[in-house]
T-cell receptor, first 115, second 116 residues
Framework: AQSVAQPEDQVNVAEGNPLTVKCTYS??????LFWYVQYPNRGLQFLLK??????LVKGSYGFEAEFNKSQTSFHLKKPSALVSDSALYFC?????????????FGQGTTLQVKP | KAGVTQTPRYLIKTRGQQVTLSCSPI?????VSWYQQTPGQGLQFLFE???????NKGNFPGRFSGRQFSNSRSEMNVSTLELGDSALYLC???????????????FGSGTQLSVL
């Protein structure tokens, strides 16, 4: 069965510093990986996805993610954090290629960016 | 283009009642999925509909059901509500293209259900 793990419940970073939110995955077959962000009282917003190709994926709001097959990781990164990046971040894997709407989500990581 | 719309935004029910939640996907999207979000269990997949057919179902009891209409709008129903059903219910839609299987999901803001 597909699964993802986000080992950190919360990540704290100072504004202007680089940030990393960690994600590891377990899949059978090719991984289809996603990052979503959730602001308070809102639904999830898509940040980026990895299907195939370059291991460094660029997404919305200056975020990027690095796919590492040997370490089965898909960490979310940003070179310079903003206070407005403070939110709940979810890593997800598609259950199987044919299941467009079925994502398996990690438990989420709260990112706190302090001024 | 309007986003995914979920109604109502908030609901308060008592145990044993039933509830119906509504979701209008983005125009042109034919896939609609539902998720339950709770602090303890996180985000869990309920079911997915495509062209009025249930394509996938998560590990929820039969009290949870859904349907999709010809205009792609979807409803989910929870019967005999339990306290543990209190959650944020999120609907997501996606655009599927021929041969494409990795479209992103667009989420609504959710319906916050409280069961007393």
């Amino acid at each position: 069965a597909q699964s993802v793990a986000q080992p950190e419940d919360q990540v704290n970073v100072a504004e202007g510093n680089p940030l990393t939110v960690k994600c590891t995955y377990s899949v059978s077959g090719n991984p289809y990986l996603f990052w979503y962000v959730q602001y308070p009282n809102r639904g999830l917003q898509f940040l980026l996805k990895y299907i195939t190709g370059d291991n460094l994926v660029k997404g919305s709001y200056g975020f990027e993610a690095e796919f590492n097959k040997s370490q089965t990781s898909f960490h979310l990164k940003k070179p310079s954090a903003l206070v407005s990046d403070s939110a709940l971040y979810f890593c997800a894997v598609r259950d199987s290629p044919g299941n467009t709407g079925k994502l398996i989500f990690g438990q989420g990581t709260t990112l706190q960016v302090k001024p | 283009k309007a986003g995914v719309t979920q109604t109502p935004r908030y609901l308060i029910k008592t145990r044993g009642q039933q509830v119906t939640l509504s979701c209008s996907p983005i125009s042109g999207h034919r896939s609609v999925s539902w998720y339950q979000q709770t602090p303890g269990q996180g985000l869990q997949f309920l079911f997915e509909y495509f062209s009025e057919t249930q394509r996938n179902k998560g590990n929820f009891p039969g009290r949870f059901s859904g349907r999709q209409f010809s205009n792609s709008r979807s409803e989910m129903n929870v019967s005999t509500l339990e306290l543990g059903d209190s959650a944020l219910y999120l609907c997501a839609s996606s655009l599927e293209v021929q041969g494409g299987t990795n479209e992103k999901l667009f989420f609504g803001s959710g319906t916050q259900l409280s069961v007393l």
